[in-house]
């Protein structure tokens, strides 16, 4: 008898959140997980709330179709613009069940916001992000909620996801890009003492961050940030827990080139993939 699989769904607009997968799949690799990167139509930080929400839930419930009972948005802009909506909205539709949704959606901001201020010695924060990320106000809203004493900064970097997406994330042109950001984000507030990388394509500038950030600024990326979360979730969540499977499975679409795909995605994800194009 085959095996039924059930993966965890990660969404993401790119390429970016294959650096979250990775993290995930180091914490735990039991799991079987499915991988959509809606490459054909990023980047989302630039588009509409209603136009992100539209391409999430496209990409959700085709994930859904594959038999994910959990779904990851590995996206800050999704995380921020479709979210809520998708949650409340659409599960109870999608997905009815007894105790609320039988499938669940989650996303990268809240998690992150839930430790931030575990990192500051200052009280001040600076989150560098996506336009969209930034416009929704979505990470000061939800680290008013746990750390109300810190002081949050924002600086939308449009020019990071394109940079990293065309391969250029390590070029000397990227630091131009990379400094220009960091210096912004520091004149509103010299006393900031932790970065969040509020966007999963950002680790790849990571080195370039840390050159231009002042020193012994801490630098969050969100990926064991969100591998932790989930492994928490998933011994909270014994009901969710059992309808994932445990081959070791991985599976990888793209809604582009599956070529592109797969020698772009090696740099996000530390080793090779094999895609399949999904056309929606």
Not at 249 to 263: G, P
Request: hydrophobic share 40%.
């Amino acid at each position: 008898m085959a095996k039924k699989v059930q993966p965890i769904g990660v969404f993401d607009s790119g390429y970016g959140g294959l650096t979250v997968l990775r993290e995930i799949v180091w914490k735990l690799p039991q799991y079987d997980y499915v991988y959509l990167g809606d490459n054909a139509r990023t980047p989302y930080g630039t588009r509409s709330f209603d136009t992100v929400y539209h391409y999430t839930l496209e990409c959700v419930q085709h994930l859904f179709s594959r038999g994910c009972r959990l779904v990851i948005l590995a996206c800050n802009t999704a995380s921020a613009k479709a979210l809520r909506n998708i949650q409340q909205l659409d599960l109870p539709t999608l997905a009815p069940g007894l105790d609320g949704p039988s499938r669940r959606v989650l996303g990268v901001i809240r998690p992150t916001t839930e430790v931030i201020g575990k990192y500051s010695k200052t009280g001040s924060v600076g989150i560098l992000a996506t336009r969209g990320t930034v416009t929704s106000e979505s990470y000061v809203v939800e680290i008013e909620k746990f750390f109300p004493e810190l002081a949050v900064y924002q600086e939308a970097c449009p020019m990071w996801v394109p940079l990293v997406e065309n391969g250029e994330y390590a070029s000397s042109g990227a630091d131009y890009f990379v400094r220009q950001h960091i210096n912004r984000l520091m004149d509103q507030c010299a006393e900031i003492d932790t970065l969040l990388l509020a966007c999963t394509h950002y680790p790849l500038l990571i080195d370039k961050i840390r050159q231009a950030a002042p020193p012994n600024m801490t630098i969050l990326s969100q990926g064991h940030i969100i591998a932790d979360s989930l492994a928490d979730y998933l011994e909270r969540h014994p009901e969710i827990d059992a309808q994932c499977s445990k081959h070791g499975q991985r599976a990888f679409l793209t809604t582009d080139s599956a070529e592109d795909f797969d020698r772009q995605a090696t740099v996000f994800y530390g080793e090779p993939i094999q895609s399949a194009h999904l056309a929606l």
